[in-house]
T-cell receptor, first 111, second 113 residues
Framework: EPEVTQTPSHQVTQMGQEVILRCVPISNHLYFYWYRQILGQKVEFLVSFYNNEISEKSEIFDDQFSVERPDGSNFTLKIRSTKLEDSAMYFC?????????FGPGTRLTVT | AQSVTQLDSQVPVFEEAPVELRCNYSSSVSVYLFWYVQYPNQGLQLLLKYLSGSTLVKGINGFEAEFNKSQTSFHLRKPSVHISDTAEYFCAVIKAAGNKLTFGGGTRVLVKP
């Protein structure tokens, strides 16, 4: 069964460093998303991406964040200068279009 | 904007007993509804969805949910749980014309032998 994959599973970085989280969505899906879940809190929407552009983003998704689909398979989330409060589990999802399928997540720890 | 409330943060239940997880939502527009399950140290897995049609929807692993528009609810049920159902369950909604999922706070189900 096709699935969304994410790498790495765990990333530790120092405050102020740039990180790139990678995702491979399900191959025939057209819509891509990033969500995050801070420990003990709700899963929160960050951004959706369709047709090579951002279709919607949340207030959390400020200028420190960017997304890219550099080739036909990968979908990345970049955090330019990480803060302590960026520590969270980051989930990638894809859909075609309503049922969103999630990857296993990347746990980002900012020290 | 949409919001989702899961009234129970934790539900302990004995094996083979029934379980109901409550979910209420608010929205000024039509929505689609979903339940996801997160097993320990894993991602979110889609359990079931309501897009249209019959208000009683069946999902994987013996779960079902009923959409009640008048009560703006989408409660999840399973008649007999297994130890393997121990997980966190999330209710989520999406605008019918949108693509952003709004999640509830989750309900942690602990199945005891």
């Amino acid at each position: 069964e096709p699935e969304v994959t994410q790498t790495p599973s765990h990333q530790v970085t120092q405050m102020g460093q740039e990180v790139i989280l990678r995702c491979v969505p399900i191959s025939n899906h057209l819509y891509f998303y990033w969500y995050r879940q801070i420990l003990g809190q709700k899963v929160e929407f960050l951004v959706s991406f369709y047709n090579n552009e951002i279709s919607e983003k949340s207030e959390i998704f400020d200028d420190q964040f960017s997304v890219e689909r550099p080739d036909g398979s990968n979908f990345t989330l970049k955090i330019r200068s990480t803060k302590l409060e960026d520590s969270a589990m980051y989930f990638c999802a894809s859909s075609a279009p309503y049922e969103q399928y999630f990857g296993p997540g990347t746990r980002l720890t900012v020290t | 904007a949409q919001s989702v409330t899961q009234l129970d943060s934790q539900v302990p239940v004995f094996e083979e007993a029934p379980v109901e997880l409550r979910c209420n939502y608010s929205s000024s527009v039509s929505v689609y509804l979903f339940w996801y399950v997160q097993y320990p140290n894993q991602g979110l897995q889609l359990l079931l969805k309501y897009l249209s049609g019959s208000t009683l929807v069946k999902g994987i692993n013996g779960f079902e949910a009923e959409f009640n528009k008048s009560q703006t609810s989408f409660h999840l049920r399973k008649p007999s749980v297994h130890i393997s159902d121990t997980a966190e369950y999330f209710c989520a909604v999406i605008k019918a014309a949108g693509n952003k999922l709004t999640f509830g706070g989750g309900t942690r189900v602990l199945v005891k032998p």
